[in-house]
């Protein structure tokens, strides 16, 4: 049983242990396509013995190994609703694993940090649905959100949004011709609720944008800031938001993970979103996988 689950074709996304966002600086606009390395990861279990020493080295990398196939086949049998596999990074943060079956993605989002005593509130405020039934980010209806979680306690959104390419800033069906700050500029554009391309492109500050090839496939992460409204009992704080953010392509449509906060909040919480952008990966489509295109007039 062991060995057919490790070879299940569907394989979770795994924390890396090193982030594919660069540190901040001059911005990087070449294709560097590097697969990022991964990170170990761990289902919470327990043993009933300890092996012994001498056989402990192959004894940890066999439970590894298995428990690695049991996370992958398990998420996959389960229901959207019931597939979440806890796991637990080097630095002792518990994420949980989301799979959207409908739009066929997944990702890792942090859920508690046992060491700080600190738990993530997360309110599912969007389930996963259609494209077609979406709510549109933009007057134009091209961005679409099909799902999002916020976690309004500690100022945290999470969001996945589909749309097609905007031919203003990528004409080239190529997509690995595709320069990385094109495709932040294509996505925040369409993102925006500004009127006129101008106004759109001002709102944003690109702070760094690159690609990393996954599995034979493109995957283009920036790091950007978005300006906002101040209030009056905080007019620095709540100026801008600090957003990072991964965009692949399927059947000409760009799927986006966006996962912001408060730049005041950035020095703690930045690490644990940008792990949850590297982790975005798009799933082979099962029976329940709706294309983008497919029956674009329905709305339920």
């Keep these: 049983m062991a060995g057919a689950l490790l070879s299940s074709p569907h394989t979770l996304p795994s924390p ?16 560097a396509r590097v697969l990022p390395p991964r990170r170990r990861a761990f289902v919470l279990a327990s043993c009933s013995r300890e092996p012994a ?5 192959l004894e940890v990398e066999r439970r590894r190994l298995l428990m690695s196939g049991l996370v992958s086949s398990f998420a996959i049998m389960l229901p959207i609703s019931e597939a979440y596999a806890v796991m637990e990074t080097d630095e002792d943060v518990k994420m949980n694993t989301q799979i959207d079956e409908i ?17 993530f509130k997360w309110v599912e405020s969007r389930k ?32 996945v949004s589909i749309g097609p390419p905007n031919s203003r800033f990528l004409p080239s069906k190529d997509k690995s011709s595709w320069d990385p700050k094109d495709v932040a500029d294509c996505i925040l554009s369409d993102r925006s609720t500004m009127v006129t391309t101008g106004q759109r492109m001002t709102e944003s500050s690109v702070l760094d944008a690159h690609v990393a090839e996954v599995d034979g496939e493109p995957y283009w992460y920036y790091e950007y800031l978005v300006r906002k409204s101040p209030t009056k009992s905080a ?6 938001r600090h957003n990072v953010a991964c965009t ?53």
């Excluded at 890396?16 to 294709?31: D, K």
């Excluded at 020493?53 to 080295?57: E, K, L, M, S």
């Excluded at 709510?135 to 976690?151: G, H, N």
């Excluded at 690490?271 to 294309?291: C, D, H, I, M, W």
Aim: aromatic residues 14%; glycine residues 6%; charged residues 20%.
């Design 235 to 240: 007019p620095e704080p709540n100026l801008f």
């Design 103 to 119: 739009n066929a993605y997944s990702f890792l989002y942090p859920v508690e940090l046992p060491g700080k005593k600190f738990t």
């Design 53 to 57: 020493a001498r056989n402990r080295g």
């Design 248 to 300: 692949a392509e399927r059947d000409g449509y760009l799927y986006s993970l966006n996962a912001s906060t408060l730049s005041k909040q950035w020095e703690s919480m930045g690490p644990f979103l940008q792990k949850t952008v590297a982790s975005f990966r798009l799933l082979p489509g099962t029976e329940n996988y709706v294309p983008p295109y497919k029956d674009p007039w329905r709305f339920w």
């Design 128 to 159: 996963p649905e259609r494209y077609s039934s979406a709510a549109p980010l933009s007057p134009d209806a091209r961005q679409r959100i099909v799902s999002e979680r916020v976690d309004m306690i500690h100022n945290v959104v999470i969001s």
């Design 16 to 31: 890396t242990s090193q982030s594919p966002f660069r540190p901040r600086g001059p911005l990087h606009a070449g294709a």
